[in-house]
């Protein structure tokens, strides 16, 4: 007797594995993929968690209980991971500057995908003078040092969490341009784009329905790594004193407050850096494996 679940392990067998099967299966099997995820939902969810899981004020000062030393290095429960140099609790300061560095990198790639993706899109889809046009304002781009502009133009707008969101989605969208230049520049040439001008389809409609959803997994991966350059880009602003101003928690200004105490109290930069180093490191595992995952190699 042929049971239900025997009936559909035979059709699997001869009509073979659907493509979502061949995807999820790709998914759960790519272990850098899956470890990246977890770690990045992880840390998004304390950041959203953050006023509730975080055991103390981030901003309250206390002089009486300053450089306290984190619980495995000699200090109490009160304070897990120690204070600053204020005395301020370093576990809430880590968990408010979560949100910091993931509001930073999603909202810095989401400008910076926006503009790029719309140029490079437009260049691959017309060509001609769009192309030219759009080909001459990546090269002016890429000859422009990232960290030198936005170091010159966060010390003249100043340094806020708007202005560091700004130039950084500003600056960043050169790689967005190029990789949707040349995926438009393949996806257009298909039957299917030929077919839809065929048949009088609009220009917004056959790059909303025909080419963007063909070119979507090319443009998840650029998202992943722009949105880790990003986040160290803006540590590394906070750093110098020009990104994130006090008080506001983030990694990399913690790391700058706690340099001049690394000889003596090396948890200071240690703890931050490398809660820096994971969150970065996450995503872009994340990212490898999407690009893993998607390749057309592997989709077939």
Do not use: C
């Not at 400008?111 to 192309?131: C, E, L, N």
């Amino acid at each position: 007797m042929i049971t239900a679940g025997t009936h559909d392990s035979l059709l699997d067998e001869i009509t073979g594995p659907t493509p979502g099967q061949m995807l999820r299966k790709r998914v759960f099997g790519h272990q850098g993929l899956l470890i990246g995820a977890v770690v990045l939902i992880i840390l998004t969810i304390i950041a959203i968690l953050a006023p509730w899981i975080a055991p103390h004020d981030p901003y309250a000062q206390s002089l009486m209980t300053r450089m306290e030393p984190p619980v495995f290095m000699g200090g109490t429960w009160e304070h897990p991971l120690g204070t600053d140099h204020l005395g301020r609790d370093y576990l809430s300061r880590l968990i408010y500057g979560a949100r910091i560095s993931l509001l930073i990198g999603a909202v810095a790639a989401l400008i910076s995908g926006v503009i790029g993706t719309a140029m490079g899109v437009a260049a691959g889809y017309f060509g001609g003078k769009v192309d030219a046009v759009v080909t001459f304002l990546i090269n002016v781009r890429l000859a422009m040092p990232v960290v030198l502009v936005a170091l010159a133009v966060v010390a003249i707008l100043g340094g806020s969490l708007q202005v560091v969101i700004m130039v950084l989605g500003l600056l960043l969208w050169d790689r967005f341009a190029v990789v949707m230049r040349a995926s438009t520049m393949q996806v257009r040439r298909r039957e299917y784009v030929a077919a839809a001008q065929v048949i009088g389809a609009s220009t917004p409609r056959i790059l909303l329905s025909e080419i963007m959803p063909n070119i979507a997994n090319n443009l998840i991966v650029v998202v992943t790594l722009e949105m880790a350059h990003a986040i160290l880009l803006e540590a590394a602003l906070s750093f110098l004193g020009l990104g994130v101003q006090p008080p506001t928690p983030s990694w990399g200004l913690m790391v700058s407050e706690g340099k001049n105490m690394m000889l003596f109290e090396p948890w200071l930069v240690l703890i931050p850096g490398a809660v820096l180093f994971v969150l970065v490191l996450a995503i872009n595992l994340m990212g490898d494996g999407l690009r893993d995952v998607t390749a057309p190699e592997n989709r077939s």
